[in-house]
């Protein structure tokens, strides 16, 4: 059974820094998985932001997030990181990491993924 668990959240002026971390558990070893993280603003639908395939392939990223947000994955150590550089007030929301057996990253639509974290805080503060 795929486990997620987030870490890394928390609070932060506006202008500053966060890295999420997301650690995988039971990922079968026989197969390829593509890793994402999503968030979700207080009253909006959960977005995805960044995903990338195993062994480091050329990740994807939504528009809201390219150039300030960069994925990294290290697959020797099951994890998942979100560098999160300039952050804005509207960026606070509930951070996911989501995971699909697979080839590839085909997309960064919610129903894509069916597994998830349970999420980890980011405030940002002006």
């Known amino acids: 059974h795929v486990r997620l668990v987030e870490s890394g959240g928390g609070s932060v002026q506006a202008g500053g820094s966060l890295r999420l971390s997301c650690q995988s558990f039971?990922?079968?070893?026989?197969?390829?998985?593509?890793l994402a993280w999503f968030r979700q603003r207080p009253g909006k639908d959960r977005e995805g932001l960044a995903a990338l395939i195993s062994g480091g392939a050329v990740p994807k990223y939504a528009d809201s997030v390219k150039g300030r947000f960069t994925v990294y994955r290290d697959d020797a150590n099951s994890t998942l990181s979100l560098q999160m550089h300039g952050l804005e007030p509207a960026d606070s929301a509930t951070y996911y990491c989501a995971a699909i057996r697979n080839y590839f990253c085909a997309d960064l639509r919610v129903t894509s993924f069916p597994y998830w974290g349970q999420g980890t805080q980011v405030t940002v503060s002006s």
């Open positions: 039971n990922l079968d070893k026989d197969y390829t998985y593509c």
